[in-house]
């Protein structure tokens, strides 16, 4: 089966710095990439998805996400960090069964 | 277009009673999943189905765990008799995959249990 591993459970980041949040997969088929984002004590918020095509994908709230075959990646990136950004992000993969399965977590914190 | 609906938000029973969560999903959606987040996790899927046949429920604990999406529309997930360990967010969540491809899952806002 699928799955997914986020390196670095928690990251910091200075309010204006680049985010960047890692995420490597593991799947047999060419495999459907995700990252959401939940805040507290709400649900999954979709925020990029990746299925076929251009391999750099742009999402919601000025995060993209670069998927790399040969290096089995998912990156999440932002050019610069918002307090809001603050929240706990999960990169997913789903296989040709819509079999979704989620990393740990990374908890990102910006500091002002 | 409504969200997914779940309820009870929250919930806290003492361990060995018995619980259930109820799901709505988004109109249509013929995909629906319910997933275990612990905390500090990510969520850990307990069973997909499709439709009202299931796909995938491997990581299901089958001795205390059910779950059934009756006309393939609402779902619950039951829990009995519950254990500590089973104080977690259960998150259901829902898609509709266009014919050959894939689309993300939509989710609600979770059921907090608590097991004391």
């Known amino acids: 089966a699928q799955s997914v591993t986020q390196l670095g459970s928690h990251v910091s980041v200075s309010e204006g710095a680049l985010v960047l949040l890692r995420c490597n997969y593991s799947?047999?088929?060419?495999?459907?990439l995700f990252w959401y984002v939940q805040y507290p004590n709400q649900g999954l918020q979709l925020l990029l998805k990746y299925t076929t095509g251009a391999t750099l994908v742009k999402g919601i709230n000025g995060f993209e996400a670069e998927f790399k075959k040969s290096e089995t990646s998912f990156h999440l990136t932002k050019p610069s960090a918002h307090m809001s950004d603050a929240a706990e992000y999960f990169c997913a993969v789903s296989d040709n069964n819509n079999d979704m399965r989620f990393g740990a977590g990374t908890r990102l914190t910006v500091k002002p | 277009e409504a969200g997914v609906a779940q309820s009870p938000r929250y919930k806290i029973i003492e361990k060995r009673q018995s619980v259930a969560f109820w799901c709505n999903p988004i109109?249509?959606?013929?995909?629906l999943y319910w997933y275990q987040q612990i905390l500090g996790q990510g969520p850990k899927l307990l069973i997909q189905?499709?439709?009202?046949?299931?796909?995938?429920d491997s990581q299901l604990p089958k001795d205390r765990f059910s779950a059934e999406r009756l006309k393939g529309v609402d779902s619950t997930l039951k829990i009995q008799p519950a254990k500590l360990e089973d104080s977690a967010v259960y998150l259901c969540a829902s898609s509709q995959p266009p014919r050959g491809r894939n689309t993300e899952a939509f989710f609600g806002q979770g059921t907090r249990l608590t097991v004391v």
């Open positions: 189905f499709q439709n009202n046949g299931v796909v995938d």
């Open positions: 109109s249509g959606h013929a995909t």
């Open positions: 799947s047999s088929v060419p495999p459907y």
